[in-house]
């Protein structure tokens, strides 16, 4: 039985310095190095993402498969068997999770914004690290009772930006994605450059 909303909320109010923001920082970085990997190695990846307000449905779908199945992979974790799907439109929601599935919804694929694309890629596989192993900066026992304590945004939003899983997923999201498109746009001049 989920505990009451009030309760929910001291528990995340004691949780308040469950996240180091400079290991968090740290983390992400990481992350997006990863990330830049997967588009060193291929061109047409590349050209992709650079060409994202081109790309249909069916292609943008296809190309954030593969982008967060390689975001899966990082820190040399092998969530391979993480499905990766559409969902039909849930509202303002981009992207779920439970660690076994994730969920793309609509909006996040039908919006022109790549660096928001990129956001997402890392967001919903940095809750599967939570939710599979801890393995993040956040220690196991702060996942499971972040998870249980867990208040949803339809209840009350600032508190489910302050849960301490999504504090963590939102900062590595964010600082993995922050000016992207143009990192890749400055990678595909240096393609250019040596051809
Ligand atoms: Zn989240």
Aim: proline fraction near 1%; charged fraction near 30%; charge should be positive.
């Amino acid at each position: 039985m989920k505990r009451d909303l009030a309760y929910r909320k001291r528990q995340i109010d004691r949780e308040k310095s469950a996240l180091s923001f400079s290991a968090v920082q740290n983390y992400a970085l990481r992350f997006r190095n990863h990330t830049l990997e997967f588009f060193k190695k291929s061109k047409k990846r590349l050209d992709e993402a650079l060409s994202w307000k081109k790309l249909d449905f069916g292609a943008r779908l296809a190309h954030f498969k593969k982008l967060v199945k390689h975001a899966l992979s990082f820190g040399g974790n092998d969530y391979y068997d993480v499905e990766v799907k559409h969902a039909k439109s849930d509202g303002n929601t981009l992207g779920s999770t439970d660690g076994n599935c994730i969920n793309v919804y609509d909006k996040l694929l039908k919006n022109d914004n790549y660096d928001k694309v990129v956001e997402v890629a890392k967001h919903e596989p940095a809750h599967v690290f939570q939710i599979r192993k801890g393995d993040t900066t956040l220690s196991h026992s702060t996942v499971i009772r972040s998870i249980e304590n867990y208040v949803h945004a339809q209840e009350d939003y600032a508190y489910y930006r302050a849960n301490p899983i999504e504090q963590e997923a939102w900062k590595i999201g964010q600082t993995a994605s922050e000016n992207f498109t143009k990192t890749l746009r400055d990678m595909q001049n240096g393609y250019q450059r040596a051809a």
